[in-house]
T-cell receptor, first 114, second 111 residues
Framework: SAVISQKPSRDICQRGTSLTIQCQVD?????MFWYRQQPGQSLTLIAT?????????ESGFVIDKFPISRPNLTFSTLTVSNMSPEDSSIYLC???????????FGDGTRLSIL | QKEVEQNSGPLSVPEGAIASLNCTYS??????FFWYRQYSGKSPELIMF????GDKEDGRFTAQLNKASQYVSLLIRDSQPSDSATYLC???????????FGPGTSLSVIP
């Protein structure tokens, strides 16, 4: 399966700042997704990153707070904007090679907000 | 009713035993089913996927799907302490739909 590199692996940020998380895949993939996993919880889909167009956001997530870019078939970024302690979580990038195909996850970004 | 349900556990089994993890879902039309393993502090890792009714075996793992009863299970034979992790059941309703994850079941294999 594809090798997925996610950066940074962890960060500690100040309230009110923004952080951009990068997801790089070693081969072209059809689908890229961003998830959040809060401590002790399962995964919650934030959005589907669409190549060349605006991301598709899930209920409860908005572009102003979580802007996403996907300039090509191997790279995507998620920005967590104007961070508050409630944004402390693990953020995960996942990719799929096609419809109905399983998703594979990057190692995640562990984010703490002070 | 939640879309994907799992017993949260923890499920404890002795080393060498069969661990049985169960998952039920609410949408009868769901098409694709996945099992992920997540070690503490790590990201989810795909271990099995199944699309058709019946059993699918891969090494010590067997996924079982019964669409009529709306459940999918994962059997782990000859359980090892290294199998101790949280197991996430996930499904896709249609080919073009998002993946929905269950809450996960914590498995502990006791040496």
């Amino acid at each position: 399966s594809a090798v997925i590199s996610q950066k940074p692996s962890r960060d500690i940020c100040q309230r009110g700042t923004s952080l951009t998380i990068q997801c790089q895949v070693d081969s072209q993939v059809t689908m890229m997704f961003w998830y959040r996993q809060q401590p002790g919880q399962s995964l919650t889909l934030i959005a589907t990153a669409n190549q060349g167009s605006e991301a598709t956001y899930e209920s409860g997530f908005v572009i102003d707070k979580f802007p996403i870019s996907r300039p090509n078939l191997t790279f995507s970024t998620l920005t967590v904007s104007n961070m508050s302690p409630e944004d402390s979580s693990i953020y995960l990038c996942s990719v799929s090679t096609g419809v109905s195909q399983p998703q594979h996850f990057g190692d995640g970004t562990r984010l703490s907000i002070l | 009713q939640k879309e994907v349900e799992q017993n949260s556990g923890p499920l404890s089994v002795p080393e060498g035993a069969i661990a049985s993890l169960n998952c039920t879902y609410s949408d009868r039309g769901s098409q694709s089913f996945f099992w992920y393993r997540q070690y503490s502090g790590k990201s989810p890792e795909l271990i099995m996927f199944i699309y058709s009714n019946g059993d699918k075996e891969d090494g010590r793992f067997t996924a079982q799907l019964n669409k009529a009863s709306q459940y999918v299970s994962l059997l782990i034979r000859d359980s090892q302490p290294s199998d101790s992790a949280t197991y996430l059941c996930a499904l896709m309703k249609t080919s073009y739909d998002k993946v929905i994850f269950g809450p996960g079941t914590s498995l502990s294999v006791i040496p």
